[in-house]
């Protein structure tokens, strides 16, 4: 609402609420934006509608259903039109009296808020390069070439300006010469980024001493092996989830996750069930990344959903509540973030006797327990697919079933599907996710490139939700 339209709000309550109306309106329209007709219009709808469902009484009749009646001046009346035409009739100062106030009571918050803006629009502009580390010690070739590392992070906080911070998180991947993916929105920031170690080191302490993100520690940034070479490009951008799970974050705050478990402690919960055997029906140790992830690796007994995307993860919640009902959970992911959402998600269903999540997820406590209950491949976004701290391999080639945890892309152009298909195998021409993609393969020309990925004719094949949760 614009200076303008708050004064002649102000004018507009002094005037006899009998003269405003739709033709009054008209005749106002020179001195009134449509914004403020609007905000009346509401006022008085709801007003009326308020009134109307005030005298809302229960009939109930023997002989038939029950049904909605209003009493009003000592009269019933069974159908909506005539209580709507008796409170017009009859209580028209009621409801211009209560108009007006409703009407006062908007015009105050509006005005507070047409200030706050204005004070808003009079700072000066953020210098976002004030947030970037000075580099003139940093030689290129530094951030170039040496040992790479890369980085997994994310921070869950109100971000008041998305774009602002997506700017600067741009600004200074391209300063420090990183590569990676970054997702910014209202909720906060989630990213991984590949560059030298002293680009990372860089990174992180740029994060550390910004005046929103210096709630976090360096001990909330997950390093792997690696480098630039890990991502093809840079990408940053502003969304309205920082993970993709398709519930709107004003629906659905971060803030109810269940309770955070550090590494040690997850362990011993973990080494408390496996204890325990078949015999365990109390617990449920929840996986909660997609089938290609967990299916390379996972915790022993867990669960894990048959569900290709974190957007289906709801969906598996609701169609599984007995499941979960009067248990304990356990619930762990690549680095934590999956879990805020989703611990979140569960625990407002209210089945659960406790929601608990690995902080840090697989990654932190593959730091601390590379030997222990977690074993095969860590599966990761980037062009390495999987990081690992044990020797085991608990997947299998997808053509002829020996021991294989090594994905790549189908061979195909435009698919986008992961495959699992060993070396002896790929030798033999078996180099696509399925036989509809290797068929369709074969007809393609080699030099052909990709203007976009598509998802596999089999991707429908693929159960969305698991028809059998155990």
Request: some cysteine; overall charge negative; aromatic content about 10%.
């Amino acid at each position: 609402m614009t200076t303008d339209d708050v004064m002649a709000c102000d004018e507009l309550i002094n005037i006899d609420v009998d003269t405003i109306a739709p033709h009054g309106f008209k005749q106002e329209k020179p001195q009134l934006s449509a914004t403020l007709r609007r905000y009346y219009s509401f006022c008085k709808r709801r007003t009326f509608g308020t009134f109307v469902a005030s005298k809302i009484a229960s009939y109930h009749d023997m002989a038939e259903s029950p049904t909605t009646v209003w009493n009003c001046c000592g009269q019933t009346f069974k159908e909506p039109p005539s209580i709507h035409k008796h409170v017009a009739r009859t209580h028209d100062t009621d409801i211009q009296k209560l108009t007006k106030s409703t009407f006062e009571i908007l015009l105050s918050l509006n005005e507070k808020e047409a200030a706050s803006q204005q004070q808003s629009t009079e700072k000066e502009p953020v210098d976002i390069f004030s947030w970037i580390p000075d580099t003139s010690h940093i030689t290129d070739d530094q951030l170039h070439n040496g040992p790479g590392e890369v980085l997994l992070l994310y921070c869950y906080c109100p971000l008041a300006d998305p774009p602002l911070i997506c700017a600067w998180q741009k600004a200074l991947c391209e300063k420090l010469q990183l590569t990676g993916k970054v997702r910014v929105a209202t909720e906060g920031i989630n990213g991984t980024v590949g560059g030298t170690k002293v680009a990372t080191d860089l990174y992180i302490k740029a994060m550390c001493s910004h005046p929103i993100f210096k709630i976090m520690e360096k001990e909330d940034f997950k390093t792997s092996d690696g480098g630039a070479e890990c991502f093809s490009n840079l990408r940053v951008g502003v969304y309205k989830e920082i993970v993709p799970m398709g519930v709107d974050p004003d629906a659905l705050s971060y803030r109810l996750a269940g309770a955070h478990l550090e590494p040690e402690e997850f362990h011993k919960e973990v080494e408390a069930l496996l204890s325990k055997g078949d015999s365990c029906n109390d617990t449920i140790l929840l996986d909660c990344r997609n089938f290609y992830e967990s299916k390379i690796g996972q915790f022993s007994q867990c669960l894990a959903p048959n569900i290709r995307k974190f957007s289906y993860f709801p969906d598996y919640v609701d169609q599984n509540l007995d499941l979960f009902r009067d248990k304990k959970v356990l619930m762990y992911c690549t680095g934590g973030i999956r879990c805020e959402r989703g611990s979140a998600y569960l625990r407002s269903k209210d089945v659960c006797k406790d929601v608990y999540q690995l902080k840090g997820g697989i990654h932190k406590y593959m730091e601390q327990f590379p030997e222990g209950f977690y074993r095969g491949k860590l599966f990761v976004f980037d062009e390495r697919y999987a990081i690992s701290s044990n020797s085991d391999i608990i997947s299998e080639c997808r053509y002829c079933g020996s021991p294989w945890d090594q994905y790549q892309l189908c061979s195909t152009h435009f698919c986008c599907q992961l495959v699992l298909s060993c070396s002896a195998c790929r030798q033999g021409g078996h180099t696509a996710c399925c036989p509809t993609c290797q068929t369709k393969g074969q007809g393609e020309e080699p030099s052909a490139t990709p203007t976009q990925r598509e998802e596999c004719e089999c991707t429908d094949g693929r159960p969305r939700i698991p028809q059998d949760a155990l």
